[in-house]
């Protein structure tokens, strides 16, 4: 008995607060944590979607698998990025990362 | 209400039939069973625990040539783990100073509570299961996997070097022994067609350890691992780093990481069971049904199941008491340089055969020709590690003559080569060696 | 109505903690709640009938990615124990672009998929045959290897695992210099 909109506005508002994170936060881990949070919300669309409209093949469901490799290959690069950065300079923060910029 | 009608109910295990024929059919029936099958699955694991803790001790103290607890509870000190229990609940709380309180108060219930919701697919006789999830196999590798977190709180949050390094001694150990495991689990359910645990039990006309022993074997061993159990118990290696992970936990809660630990060990017993032994078959009689409609079958079944349970609970006792601890570096040589490429070999060979293999065929001419490939693929194995055997023994000097095994560094630490190669233990290795002819492990100690 | 609780139940979980992860000084803790915020997103998708990806949200994501997340705020946890504020210099315009993008959205879906529809298909899920759902699993693998399906982009994914896995150990292996400086 859940309207569609139910599952599509949460997503929306995790969505949401993950780009907040992304955003605000200067902790370059931080970042990626909202990152996360924006991809689940991603998923949360495409599995709603796949219930509601196609639940006899598998398109969303493949989707939703694709999105769940993409943010594993994506945690685990960009953590050895920021492991890689904290070992030259020291710091995670993103704003102090600015050797390009002056 | 009918006190025959539920005494027949309670031996045919039949229960909730009977809650149904009395109560009516309904949403709220329905609700009423499920909430008491929880209560009575979760509180059985968390009492045979005592029974468990008792035969440990007990068995272990045979092979070593003691006796055991003797003293409280009669001659065979039965109810030792009772008095044990009451003087952990007695305890004082304890906090370290500069824990981190919720890390280091939420990993004892969430340790248990992990242990506990995987029994949820166990089969424990025909139609005697928590839910039969058609990726059965699937949820148990998720819960176990996501329960290694739960230890790293634990070292995180005791705000302990001894701690930490036992976590993430643990967290190293279980992730990579997790990759073997799933792969050798992959056969079975290749052979079975299904990832649910009784869809996988009906499927055993023949026990899958006929079928596929090297993947019973390997599995096997990364249960050993994953439930951090000697020999591969580093994680909480006394000598080494005191009690790893819960060196920092007191009373009771430390008696949650214990009954977790405990629990483990009967899951896994029971899905080995489940997976390679054939659960709960025991000829055809699991299905019997009586006359008057009650499937005392399923007494056979659960009986039949224990049975075996403990059986493999004594085989992971004996090999407790038995094998010495190994190193760091050895258990996750072992790993990734023996196991999982043998495990891979073996999906592939085992997905290729049992395509090719007719689907109207003989369950016994398959059982055969699996069992060929099996020992195909065992008899390869061997001779690669012998011939990589003899290679370093060649290429170190004396080193054929003393028995000891040497390898030549391979890479992963070239860093500091010292130009000869040196002699390290190598697990694989020891197989090559005379028997009798080889050295003690040796745990350095720091 | 008793799933309709379980939603609010579970919406409820996920937002509060994606919120603590977003606003907490203490990073650990903002990783703990991470977890349980991907724990209401399997319930979610529990709840949606799709028990294979939230298994596979449970191992993966908590399994896997808190795990790399937990490690790496351990290895820079030299950086937590200042007090400054967790925020950077932009956090209002951040703070108003996401509830703007918030507002956009809602009001999209409104527009699209209103909260109380006339559409049957839209009210409430479609009622499917069991069955249908019972071997979405099994339909799902097999579109993943059918030439027909995904076999590409499922070896695409691969490659990209395998990319990922050599470029990550490349990037964090500590270079010789540096391991001498330290």
Request: net charge neutral; with cysteine; charged share 15%.
């Amino acid at each position: 008995m859940i309207p569609l909109s139910w599952f599509l506005l949460l997503s929306a508002a995790l969505f949401c607060i993950g780009l907040y994170g992304v955003l605000a936060r200067r902790n370059a881990i931080a970042i990626l944590m909202g990152v996360e949070l924006m991809l689940n919300a991603v998923n949360i669309n495409l599995i709603a979607f796949w219930r509601y409209f196609t639940p006899d093949r598998s398109v969303g469901l493949v989707w939703a698998t694709f999105v769940l490799t993409v943010a594993a290959a994506e945690a685990a690069v960009g953590l050895a990025l920021v492991i890689s950065v904290y070992r030259s300079r020291d710091s995670v923060i993103a704003e102090e990362l600015d050797t390009l910029k002056n | 209400m009918d006190i025959l009608d539920l005494l027949k109910s309670l031996l045919s295990l039949s229960l909730g039939d009977f809650i149904r024929r009395t109560f009516g059919t309904g949403p709220g029936t329905e609700l009423l069973i499920d909430i008491g099958g929880v209560v009575m699955l979760s509180t059985f694991c968390l009492l045979i625990v005592i029974f468990l803790i008792w035969l440990t001790r007990k068995l272990i103290a045979r092979m070593q040539d003691r006796i055991g607890p003797n003293r409280v509870g009669g001659r065979f000190g039965l109810l030792q783990t009772v008095a044990d229990v009451m003087k952990l609940l007695t305890k004082e709380v304890i906090h370290p100073s500069g824990a981190d309180w919720v890390a280091f108060n939420a990993a004892p219930i969430l340790i248990v509570i992990a242990a506990l919701l995987v029994w949820a697919v166990m089969p424990f006789a025909p139609g005697v299961i928590g839910v039969d999830l058609n990726i059965g196999i699937f949820y148990v590798m998720a819960i176990s996997s996501a329960s290694v977190i739960v230890i790293l709180l634990a070292g995180w949050g005791s705000n302990n070097k001894y701690a930490l390094l036992g976590a993430f001694r643990a967290v190293a150990q279980m992730v990579s022994y997790e990759v073997p495991m799933i792969l050798a689990l992959l056969v079975p359910i290749i052979l079975a067609g299904t990832m649910s645990t009784k869809g996988i039990i009906d499927a055993q006309t023949i026990p899958f350890i006929f079928l596929a022993p090297i993947s019973a074997l390997i599995f096997y061993i990364s249960t050993l691992a994953e439930t951090g159990r000697t020999p591969f118990d580093l994680l909480e290696a006394e000598s080494e780093i005191v009690a790893g992970y819960h060196i920092e936990y007191g009373g009771m809660k430390f008696g949650m990481f214990f009954l977790a630990e405990f629990i483990n060990t009967l899951f896994w017993a029971g899905l080995f069971v489940t997976i390679y032994l054939g659960g709960y078959r025991f000829f055809g009689l699991e299905n019997w049904v009586s006359a008057d409609g009650y499937p005392y079958g399923r007494l056979i079944g659960l009986i039949v199941f224990f049975a075996k349970v403990f059986f493999m609970y004594f085989v992971f006792d004996w090999v407790r008491s038995t094998l010495p601890r190994v190193r760091v570096d050895q258990i996750l040589n072992l790993n990734w340089k023996f196991l999982v490429p043998v495990s891979l070999v073996l999906l592939f060979a085992v997905a290729i055969v049992d395509k090719l293999i007719p689907t109207g065929t003989n369950a016994i001419v398959r059982m055969v020709i699996h069992l060929v490939l099996n020992v195909v693929i065992a008899a390869a194995t061997l001779e690669i590690l012998r011939r990589r055997g003899r290679q370093n023994r060649l290429a170190t000097p004396g080193g054929g003559s003393g028995g000891a095994v040497a390898v030549p560094h391979d890479g992963h630490d070239g860093g500091h080569g010292h130009g000869a190669p040196q002699p390290i233990e190598d697990v694989p290795d020891v197989l090559d060696a005379p028997l009798g002819a080889r050295e003690p492990v040796v745990v350095p100690v720091h | 109505m008793s799933q309709q609780i379980i939603f609010f139940l579970l919406a409820a979980i996920t937002l509060t903690s994606a919120i603590v992860v977003v606003t907490m000084r203490n990073l650990f803790h903002a990783a703990l709640a991470l977890m349980v915020s991907f724990l209401g997103v399997a319930g979610i998708y529990i709840l949606l009938e799709a028990p294979f990806l939230g298994m596979a949200q449970l191992l993966v994501y908590i399994g896997a990615i808190s795990m790399l997340i937990i490690f790496a705020i351990m290895m820079t946890r030299r950086l937590m124990q200042t007090n400054e504020t967790p925020f950077n210099s932009q956090v209002i315009g951040s703070l108003i672009g996401s509830l703007l993008v918030l507002a956009i959205l809602v009001l999209v879906i409104g527009r699209l998929y209103p909260l109380a529809p006339a559409d049957a298909v839209l009210q409430t899920a479609p009622q499917v045959d069991p069955a249908v759902l019972q071997s979405s699993v099994a339909r799902m693998g097999r579109s993943f290897v059918s030439a027909e399906a995904y076999v590409l982009p499922f070896e695409l994914a691969s490659v990209l695992l395998l990319a990922a896995l050599v470029g990550s150990i490349i990037i964090a292996w500590p270079r010789r210099g540096e391991e001498d400086n330290q």
